[in-house]
């Protein structure tokens, strides 16, 4: 019979059930923001690996980032919880909004790595950045 570790298992459970409550459930939205977060944080080291600009300062700012990214989506969470939606309207809209946003960075940072990006899919980054003034 196998022996686990029942408090070791209990503050992981607990924690993770936590974490799932504060994102209201851990569905493909939420898995989908991870995996753009991922892809990004990645794609961003590599990016300043290749152009020698890596540093830990650089990296712990674009962690902290994707933290306050994630307080974004407690909040819009949160904010549903308060207005009684059960549709989870705030929380999905911020997911998608940050979706976008990470997948711009994404491609820019494919595009500094050397990946050839579809001309349409740049044209219409350019078009959203120019639109914000950038």
Known sequence: MKQTDTLYMSVIGGTLAGVAYLFGGVDHLVIALAIFMICDYIT???????SQEVNSRKALKGLAKKGAMLSLVII?????IIA?????????????????AEGISLIENL????????????????????????
């Open 111 to 134: 595009g500094k790595i050397g990946v050839d990006v579809p001309d349409f899919l740049k044209n219409r980054f350019e078009q959203i950045k120019n639109d914000k003034g950038e």
């Open 76 to 80: 819009a969470n949160q904010l549903d």
């Open 44 to 50: 961003g080291i590599v990016a300043g690996w290749q």
């Open 84 to 100: 009684g939606s059960d549709s989870g309207f705030m929380r999905n809209s911020m997911i998608f909004f940050l979706i976008a």
